[in-house]
């Protein structure tokens, strides 16, 4: 995706290096993208909270999830940001604006924690959290209400989850689905009305069952495509001031991941 939007872009002197870096290396590798002068990065699983002692500064975002995807120098400093709420807001912007609109947030690891800030800060009316796990789902309620200043509440997820007729917007972020195209998330079908807009984080197959089901009964979907984009496009942004080619990267994940 990024080297497409780099050639796109006519940046011919950037490269984009994918580098497996192990968990108990990567205060070395931080010294050595330091000393050898990188202009950002991206961090994924291990390292994205690892990473936050490591660097200078974080955006009011990161400091809100904990967590670290995307990295910008600046001179000597390294600034610690997350683009993936960020992509996933953008992605929603196809159909709606998140500003006074009721969620429902299936799950709440670190893509639900991403996108349920990125949301409250961005106006949302209300962010209902549905997870399994009530510790894990009472510790991102009490983040959006007390620090993120949003209306949350949590739901115990038992069985078919019911979404409520005043909800706007129904987001699957758990690992439901990932790999598995018939991996069924349990929601009550019957209360997928026509009105509301259903979206997937997990975006490998993109066509999730979630997503067929949900169009089946005439709702609106966003996939998790549209979020992994996003985030690059804001990422590209940062590390290089210029627009990203958002189509041709789109046209590279599709084509690196075969759908
Ligand atoms: P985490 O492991 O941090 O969280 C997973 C969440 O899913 C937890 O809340 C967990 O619940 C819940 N969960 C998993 N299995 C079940 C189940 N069978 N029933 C109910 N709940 C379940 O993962 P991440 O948040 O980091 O990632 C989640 C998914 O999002 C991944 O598949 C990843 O690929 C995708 N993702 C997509 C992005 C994109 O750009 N499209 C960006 C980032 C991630 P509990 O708390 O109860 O364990």
């Not at 089901?213 to 609106?220: K, L, N, P, Y």
């Amino acid at each position: 995706m990024m080297e497409r939007a780099f050639a796109a872009a006519e940046l011919d002197d950037w490269r984009y290096l994918t580098l497996e870096v192990p968990a108990e290396k990567l205060t070395d590798a931080m010294r050595g993208l330091r000393a050898m002068g990188f202009r950002g990065a991206n961090f994924t699983i291990p390292h994205k909270v690892a990473v936050i002692p490591l660097l200078d500064e974080l955006s009011p975002a990161a400091e809100l999830m904990g967590a670290v995807n995307c990295m910008k120098r600046d001179g000597d400093k390294l600034l610690g940001e997350n683009t993936d709420g960020k992509g996933f807001v953008q992605s929603l912007r196809t159909l709606l604006d998140a500003a006074g609109k009721r969620f429902a947030v299936l799950g709440s690891g670190g893509a639900a924690r991403a996108i349920a800030v990125e949301l409250g800060l961005s106006g949302a009316a209300e962010i209902v959290i549905v997870n399994r796990t009530v510790a894990r789902g009472q510790d991102l309620v009490t983040l959006l209400t007390d620090r993120v200043k949003v209306n949350s509440r949590l739901v115990h997820w038992k069985g078919d989850y019911e979404v409520p007729a005043e909800i706007d917007v129904l987001i699957n972020a758990t690992s439901i689905g990932l790999g598995d195209a018939q991996a069924r998330v349990p929601v009550d079908a019957n209360s997928l009305r026509k009105e509301l807009v259903v979206a997937d984080v997990i975006f490998n197959p993109p066509r999730t069952r979630l997503i067929r089901d949900a169009e089946q009964r005439g709702c609106r979907t966003l996939d998790g495509l549209g979020m992994l984009v996003n985030q690059a496009v804001i990422a590209f942004k940062i590390w290089t001031g210029v627009d990203a080619d958002a189509d041709v990267m789109q046209e590279a994940l599709e084509e690196f991941l075969n759908v």
